[in-house]
């Protein structure tokens, strides 16, 4: 029996039926059945797993080059300003943004910091640190699932021994890290050329960080970007100052605060959304009460309300103190259910991403200039 708490005894009944834990039960089963479906229906998801977990030496993929071609028409003008990016979480989807920073070097803007989460870590600080957008292109496309793809097999076969102990992700990170640590060398957050951050977020406290140069200048970038993808379940947490520390992107999907209130404020805000609808929109399931086992689909809305909701108010937020130019390059259901892990496994669609990033930040850009003179 646990400790009693104001005369009251808490136990293994009271965990499992505290009403905090309702999301997490609906976690499991809306993800269970995201994959029983994958599994049923979708033979290309068992390779792709069987590629990030298993890959074979006929899996490699051919060089990719160059990704971006010659801009075609004239350049839209450079924004005006301290411009902030900041981009959502949403796996290999996030390939997007070395798009939306080659748009950025084609109009001539400079960005003044980078606020990433989750997915698009693994793209924003590469370019934080200094490297041109195709350069960023290059080196994230080359990547192969077995660079950064490292299962934790010692400690699956471990689990029942145990009691699981310690356990709380299926890959471990470290190849991860050394992937990027092999590019970048040791450099520190206090070392880039733009201030990049992102969220962590604290297993003993529960609570939530941003690292970045202000806040953890002495952090290797390859560390940072280790622990920002560092989703629970899926990847093992990182340890940093004696605690435990997971993608903060479980809590705060698109993080405002360092382009706001850690860096100095920005005139302009490019709001990168690869994760929800249009708009941080929530999921329209009309018509869940008709379908079979409707629980599970109004689930899936109970398991992402707070994370959406807090999406919207920070994009409010951002276009009350910027001027905010949204762009939604790859659609969310890129992402959704088990295309979120696909994205991550699978690198093959990532240049693509990056292309469609490049686009819709330039229609963005000429739509901006045709409104500034209207």
């Known amino acids: 029996m646990a400790a009693s708490e104001g005369g009251r005894s808490h136990g293994a009944l009271d965990a499992a039926l505290d009403i905090f834990c309702v999301r997490q039960y609906f976690n499991v089963i809306v993800r269970a059945r995201d994959v029983a479906t994958a599994v049923r229906s979708d033979a290309r998801f068992l390779d792709t797993v069987r590629r990030g977990i298993l890959p074979l030496p006929f899996d490699r993929q051919p060089a990719t080059g160059h990704i971006f071609g010659p801009l075609r028409g004239p350049a839209p003008p450079p924004l005006a300003g301290r411009v902030g990016v900041v981009a959502t979480g949403g796996s290999g989807a996030l390939a997007s943004l070395i798009g939306v920073a080659k748009a950025l070097e084609d109009s001539g ?4 910091v980078y606020s990433v989460c989750s997915g698009s870590a693994l793209f924003g600080f590469p370019l934080g640190v200094g490297m041109p957008p195709e350069e960023a292109a290059e080196l994230t496309a080359s990547m192969q699932p077995g660079d950064y793809v490292d299962v934790g097999w010692r400690e699956i076969a471990a689990l029942v021994p145990t009691l699981a102990r310690g356990w709380c992700g299926l890959l471990r990170g470290d190849k991860l ?12 957050l206090a070392q880039l050329r733009t201030p990049t951050y992102a969220p962590i977020w604290n297993v003993e406290h529960n609570c939530l960080k941003f690292i ?13 970007i280790r622990m920002a ?4 379940l899926f990847v093992q947490p990182v340890v940093l100052d004696g605690e435990s520390w997971c993608d903060g992107g479980i809590v705060d999907i698109f993080p405002v605060r360092p382009v706001l209130d850690i860096e100095p404020a920005v005139d302009v ?3 990168v959304n690869g994760f929800y609808p249009h708009e941080f929109g929530g999921e329209d399931v009309t018509g869940w009460d008709r379908r079979p086992l409707s629980i599970v689909t109004a689930g899936s809305q109970v398991r992402t309300c707070q ?5 919207r108010e920070h994009l409010a937020r951002l276009r009350e103190q910027a001027r905010t130019l949204l762009v939604e390059p790859v659609p969310y259901w890129k992402v959704a259910g088990t295309g ?9 669609e990532w240049p693509e991403f990056m292309r469609a990033g490049r686009a819709a930040m330039l229609t963005a850009l000429r739509g901006h200039v045709l409104r500034s003179a209207a």
Do not use: K, M
């Open 109 to 112: 803007t400079g960005v003044s």
């Open 177 to 188: 890290e050394a992937f990027y640590r092999g590019h970048l060398g040791d450099l520190t």
């Open 212 to 224: 970045g140069p202000r806040t953890h200048p002495d952090l290797p970038v390859a560390r940072a």
């Open 229 to 232: 993808v560092s989703l629970p």
């Open 269 to 271: 805000a490019i709001a």
């Open 307 to 311: 994370q959406a909701e807090l999406a």
């Open 340 to 348: 979120f892990y696909e994205q991550f496994l699978d690198t093959r």
